[in-house]
């Protein structure tokens, strides 16, 4: 078995790279939770990826994210994870501020921590750029987050 490193994580680079998008821009959204134990990563799952940072400047970190959507294209959209504590709503102020969705914990991190969900920031995966990790969120905090997404983007 390989060991993950910095340069062979998967999302980090090439056509299969973890990108951001704008909300806006990705058309038609329909989020649904169907998490199915089938070595697939599907909306309600919890999987790792290179997610880049905000400075879109080449560094980045591997973390959770949840998949909330499935794209035509077969790419996935999601929202990162943060163990880093956020209180529920907007955290920061004026431009940078962001809003933070808290989902408690799970097996996603091994330390127990609690997460919150970062609803201002879109990702857009590729099933190769991630590592399943076969962990699904439950369909209550998971609602929790897609009517967030639905209010703030008028997804369905």
Known sequence: MTAITDENV???HGPTATTEVDPGQVGRVRTE?????????DPGEIVWTWVPFEENDGRGKDRPVLVVAREAA?????????????????????????????????????????????????????EE???????????????LVRHRLHERYGWQ
């Open 10 to 12: 998967p999302g980090r």
């Open 33 to 41: 939770y169907s998490p199915a134990h089938d070595g697939d990563p």
């Open 74 to 126: 077969g790419t996935f959209l999601a929202v990162q994870l943060s163990s880093k504590r956020h209180d529920a709503g907007r955290v920061g102020g004026g431009r940078g501020a962001r809003e933070w969705v808290g989902i408690g914990s799970g097996p996603w991190d091994r330390s127990g921590r609690d997460s919150w969900v970062d609803v201002d920031r879109i990702l857009r995966l590729h």
């Open 129 to 143: 750029g991630m590592r399943r990790e076969a962990c699904a969120l439950d369909r209550g905090r998971f609602n």
